[in-house]
């Protein structure tokens, strides 16, 4: 069984990744996608086939002001995808007058990344997405990127998180972890509760001292995660994950650290960085090989894995139901664009 795109935000690039002017060519949400940003600071996502006579705008597209030209004759396309200039016309045709002609998704920029909005029917946003408050102090460094390609869904992926028991088999962990999980909307929250030994200032561990440790992640929706750890790792990571296909995904790791931190905390917070990474590694051939299981055989040891699709099935569209919106976009929302 194939499950299908859920709807959401989902980061398409790194906002650092894309200078005024830049035009690059995507492919998520399977369908062929342009991201550029404006020579005012918008950045901007549209569907990349003209319609005039179909050239992909992500392939030597310029951008002019506050539009993009199409590689092909020149066609003029504001960021609402719609056409204001033929430079060859005496007019613009008249079905294109004044309408949107190539889909532009809702675009926002948060956390350091460029966020499109995917809805399978185009509708606009149902929430909003959190900011990371520690992103926001400049005493937090630049990020620390880690990507993969992975043929799965990211209902399966998310599903590691509640996924109590591989940790021990799949990640080596010594014990079961306790995980607390709360669901909130379009927000979840795990909290895994390990026990680990003492670690003091100098980084000398007592193993006969042992204190809980935690692993925070918090989920706004399908696209966002946030982790938070403790005890003497002092990093964030911005998790996140889009659809490329419905059976392949793109994620992406990126960690930021306090700048003031002990030379003692940054190699320890370096050597969980690392590990993090590492065990990413573990995950990947199981999650390429295995199929979904829509009613697999649960055991009393397994994690709240039936919690957590119940709330992820909030994702997928379901043209007939009725549509809470959790928090009103427009209310909200920062637009594409930089100070
Ligand atoms: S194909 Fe784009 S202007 Fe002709
Ligand atoms: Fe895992």
Redesign the pocket.
Known sequence: MELPIPFGWYAVAYSDDLSPGDVQPMYYFDEHMVLFRTDSGKATVMQAH?P????H?GHGGKVTGDRIA??????EFNTQGECVNVPYATSIPKQAQGKQCLYSYPVQERNRMIWAWYHPRQLPPLFDLDDIAELQNPGWSDYDLYEWEINSCIQETGENGVDIAHFVYVHSAREMPKAKISLDKHRRETDMITRGPAIDELGNLDFDKLEDSHLTSKNCGPGMTTQVFSRAFKTIMLGTVIPITSSRLKLRFAFSKPTDISDMFNILTDGMIAEIVRQVQYDIPIWENKVYRESPLLCNGDGPIAKYRQWFSQFYDEPDADIIRSVPFSDNVKTAGRE
Do not use: K, S, V
Request: proline letters at 8%; charged letters at 0%; one cysteine or more.
């Open positions: 003209c005039h006579l179909g050239a705008l199409c590689p092909f004759h020149a066609w």
